[in-house]
């Protein structure tokens, strides 16, 4: 993996046809290089704060890959109940 400006992306693209790729920002969190490794070592980022939703709402949430379609997803922790 390379950095780029716009994110993390197969140094070897071209050769090989790996189209996965990390934005360098998402919903409005910049991710860091730390989080982009553990990603892709581990499949999943710890929680990062201060994600913004698209109505301008802040959440909280791991990043998580998805392996059978390469996607990046949200993974919300579960809220106990009392």
């Known amino acids: ?15 090989k046809g790996c189209n996965f790729s990390i934005p360098a920002e998402i ?4 991710i860091s290089d730390t989080q982009a490794l553990k990603l ?4 999943k ?13 802040e959440f909280d949430a791991a990043l998580k890959l998805d392996k059978t379609t390469g996607k990046i997803e949200f993974e919300f922790s ?3 109940k009392n």
């Open 27 to 30: 919903c409005g969190k910049k």
């Open 40 to 43: 892709i070592e581990k499949g």
């Open 45 to 57: 980022t710890t929680l990062i704060k201060g994600f913004k939703s698209k109505a301008g709402k």
């Open 78 to 80: 579960k809220k106990k």
């Open 1 to 15: 993996m390379i950095k780029g400006k716009f994110g993390y992306f197969c140094s070897s693209k071209k050769e």
